[in-house]
């Protein structure tokens, strides 16, 4: 069966019709056919965790940009939250900071109500707090194991938890799960790390396949060697031998990470959920 060629809308913004107007003219995109941008998170209310430093921080200051009220946590870095949250305002958001360790449930009700009481809802959660504690598996002690997947799983589990009834009365919420390359691909000395990283990948899938009926999406985003504070202990020689694996040859920088939560927070990935988004140079590529 064929199709009439002149009944067919254009498909893109750029009209290609010769009747009457200059050629130039035809080639511009019609104004009115542009896309609203996409990432556009005016009316959203963000809260990311660990957001006083890295990418963290990074993610914040993405969000804000994008129009949201953001809420970042932090531990004890007083002074880093408010340099962050001096940033924030500076630039014109609605913001705020809230101390307290999402590794533990009394600290995580207090965050979520401030915030919750604050900005009468949360839209955008960033599970981003994380540590590390490496060692080789022998020499692993249970501090080093705990206090890690306390704080990078347990506390996924727990600030979801506590967010997730108010999306679900909404309708609506976007949930951004920071992982690592090490959750994927492991990394020696880091077996707790690992752990906790593999963990939040199973969790964002399972929990995605739980809400999706809902118009909640979950998703990770597994970055790679992103220059932080995370790497201050790391010797200059494991830095070499990292940055060797990467095929696009530099590390990362925060905002690398910050521009892929802000797409999976926003309208435009409303059909992407219970995916992995890797930020890494190529490092895990399939
Ligand atoms: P970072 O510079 O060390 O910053 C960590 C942030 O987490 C800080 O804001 C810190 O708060 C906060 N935090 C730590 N423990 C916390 C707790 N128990 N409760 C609340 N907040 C806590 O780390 P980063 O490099 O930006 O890493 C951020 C995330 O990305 C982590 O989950 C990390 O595993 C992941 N990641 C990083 C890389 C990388 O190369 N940098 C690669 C893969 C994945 P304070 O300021 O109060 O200490």
Sequence with gaps: MSHPVAEQPP???IDVSTDGGSFLGSLL???????????DLRDRVALVTGGSRGIGRAVAVRLAQGGARVALNYRDNHDAA???????KGGGAHAMAVAGDVGQAEDVARVVNAVSQAFGRIDILVNNAGITR????????EEE???VLDTNLKSTFLVTRAVLRGMLRQRSGRIVNITSISGVIGNPGQANYAASKAGMIGFTRSVAREVASRGITINAVAPGFIE???????????RKAM???????ASGKPEDVAEAVAYLASDAARYVTGQVLH??????MA
């Design 134 to 141: 490496d060692n080789l598996l022998l020499r692993m002690t």
């Design 145 to 147: 194991w705990d206090i």
């Design 279 to 284: 930020v890494d140079g190529g490092i895990a």
């Design 82 to 88: 408010q340099d962050v949250l001096g940033e924030l």
């Design 11 to 13: 498909r893109s913004g």
């Design 29 to 39: 995109p019609r104004p009115e056919r542009r896309p609203a941008p996409l990432t």
């Design 228 to 238: 932080t504070d995370i790497w201050a202990t790391t010797s200059e020689q494991a």
């Design 243 to 249: 940055l060797e694996l990467i095929p696009l040859g």
